[in-house]
């Protein structure tokens, strides 16, 4: 069977500069895998870079199927969805037409749209409550949520996180990776970008580390027991 | 705790800032109706901008991109009517739908391979596309007359008949006015609107929850020249003359002055900003030589105490009567553009 997510000698640039060096990795069928790196590793690039968002060469296939490098609407209507970083929430929108803009490539607002609804607010009741408010007046956890729950909306079978925990408290940061690990108990392959090493690795059952723009390890929970094992692997790039 | 900023229905209070915005600016149509004379032309001038600042803000305040050349589609729109009715005798009602076609085509052209800019770019390359198009009214003279302009247009009318006197065109401006409201209104609340929307917020969210930016930027700039070509044909019809100077820069600067002080982004800002800024120089033509710079400080003093614009004044003090929270939310940014008053 073929992985849900298999690139092949990826890279991408930013003008002339080599953001992310040709990078190899896989994720199966509801596996939770996180990419781990400091400030400026490439781990935007690469989830962008499998998005079609940034410029690049190299292969990405999802469940078999080569992805198109340039079509990020193709990207997310074969079911991969991205969650970036800083949220990408609508600020002057209300969190319900945030909601109704995950499912913009669904045709209709019938039972599957409500179903899908249904679905995030069950796991974010704090959206239902809030539906009418304006997603810029949430605070920093809720916007998160809505930011996943959005993604949800599209019904993803790949769902790719860019920093979920970033600027959050680090019991709202432990609640939103705790739903991730609900989500992917529940089949849902996820591909995880996170500095917070710890939080990840809770979850996660293997992690790629990256530092400078390359991949220098793929590493498993127990080999990182403190953060000076993956000092280590950083310092060794 | 803080009180949410929502979008829940408004408040007696919500109810009656707007009540008392349209109240004032129908009695100052019921005034120019009954009064007639310079005040008509006035509120005329105000309808036709109105009409060109709303295709403005559909692109600049709902999109969230910058175009510096809408002066060229309302060129085409006033051209094309003012040369098919003087010099082929068309009626006014088929030369206005071929102007604005002809301004919508080119949009499309232009909008394909320059809508890729972004900012700073799109901004020049637009603003080229206003001088090219002026430039061509100048240079042209067989079909534009040059700089001497084509005068004589026939006034609005249908049927063989013309609308009897500047009354009755003014009627049909505020109708015309009515509808390209109506329709942006429409638009920005369809599932296009929130698209718009959501490019505006953020073009590589948008993309990646799988809007095509490209395509939706281009009908943006496309429904943009519609309102621009269609201002523009009224313009002919409305002063009877049409000349390069008239789709000129000052065009684009007076359009971006009404966008901004009326509201961006608000689908009744551009009515606003049209009407104040058509009325503020008339207001301190008492100042004499120094009307100008009444003006200048008076758009000042606008911008400084309403830098949402004035159709956020409103929302403003509906949120301040309801809850202090809220109005510091509404000022932090956080608001949606054309809730409570405004919208």
């Known amino acids: ?237 | 705790m803080t009180s949410p900023a929502t979008t829940s229905p408004p408040s007696g209070r919500a109810r009656l800032a707007p009540a008392l915005l349209w109240a004032a600016g129908a009695a100052l149509v019921a005034y120019a109706f009954v009064a007639g004379g310079y005040l008509v032309t006035v509120l005329g001038f105000a309808a036709l901008y109105a009409i060109f600042v709303t295709g403005l803000n559909f692109f600049m305040g709902y999109t969230g991109q910058v175009s510096f050349g809408q002066n060229a589609f309302a060129a085409i729109g006033g051209y094309t009517s003012a040369v098919l009715t003087t010099a082929y005798n068309w009626p006014v009602f088929a030369a206005m739908p071929l102007g604005i076609g002809a301004a919508a085509l080119l949009a499309l052209a232009i909008g394909y391979p320059t809508l890729r800019l972004r900012g700073h770019y799109l901004a020049m390359a637009t603003l080229a596309l206003g001088m090219i198009v002026q430039e061509i009214a100048v240079q042209w003279d067989r079909v534009t007359m040059g700089y001497t302009g084509i005068a004589a247009i026939p006034p609005l009318g249908a049927f063989g008949r013309e609308l009897p006197n500047e009354r009755a065109q003014l009627a049909a401006l505020l109708a015309a006015l009515a509808l390209a409201v109506w329709v942006a209104s429409r638009l920005k609340h369809s599932r296009l609107g929130h698209a718009l929307a959501a490019i505006a917020g953020s073009e590589d969210a948008a993309r990646a929850l799988g809007i095509d930016v490209a395509r939706y930027k281009l009908i943006a700039f496309v429904v943009a020249a519609v309102y621009a070509a269609f201002a523009g044909s009224m313009f002919a019809h409305f002063v009877g003359f049409v000349s390069p100077e008239v789709f000129g820069l000052h065009m684009v600067v007076l359009g971006f002055t009404m966008l901004y002080v009326g509201g961006i982004g608000t689908v009744y800002g551009p009515l606003v900003g049209a009407l104040i800024i058509s009325l503020l120089p008339e207001t301190f033509r008492g100042f004499k030589e120094f009307q100008d710079l009444a003006y200048g400080a008076a758009l000042i003093v606008i911008l400084i105490y309403a830098p949402k614009g004035l159709a956020s004044l409103a929302r403003l003090w509906t949120r301040r009567g309801a809850a202090p929270d809220a109005a510091a939310a509404a000022t932090a940014g956080t608001s949606r553009g054309d809730a409570g008053a405004a919208r």
């Open chain 1, 1 to 237: 069977m073929a992985p849900v997510l298999s690139v092949e000698g990826l890279s991408a640039r930013y003008g002339s500069v080599e953001a992310l060096h040709p990078a190899d990795l896989a994720l199966g069928h509801g596996e939770l895998v996180a990419v781990l790196g400091p400030n400026g590793a490439g781990k935007s690039t690469l989830l962008r870079a499998i998005m079609g968002l940034t410029p690049g060469s190299g292969r990405v296939r999802f469940e078999g199927t080569e992805l198109p490098r340039d079509d990020p609407r193709a990207v997310t209507m074969r079911g991969v969805v991205l969650v970036p970083e800083g949220r990408g929430i609508f600020g002057p929108m209300t969190v319900r037409e945030n909601l109704d803009l995950g499912a913009y490539l669904l045709p209709g607002r019938g039972g599957e749209f409500a179903a899908r609804l249904e679905q995030v607010f069950a796991l974010f009741p704090r959206l239902k409550d809030r539906q009418s408010q304006l997603a810029g007046s949430l605070s920093g956890g809720e916007q998160q949520m809505l930011a996943i729950g959005r993604a949800l909306m599209a019904a993803p079978r790949l769902l790719l996180l860019d920093e979920p925990s970033l600027g959050l408290a680090p019991r709202l940061a432990a609640e939103i990776l705790e739903t991730l690990g609900r989500l992917n108990r529940a089949g849902l392959a996820i591909l995880l970008v996170e500095q917070r090493a710890p939080l990840a690795l809770k979850l996660a059952r293997r992690a790629y580390l990256l530092a400078v723009g390359r991949i220098v390890a793929e590493v498993t929970p127990d080999q990182i027991a403190s953060p000076h094992d993956l000092a280590r692997y950083y310092f060794a790039a």
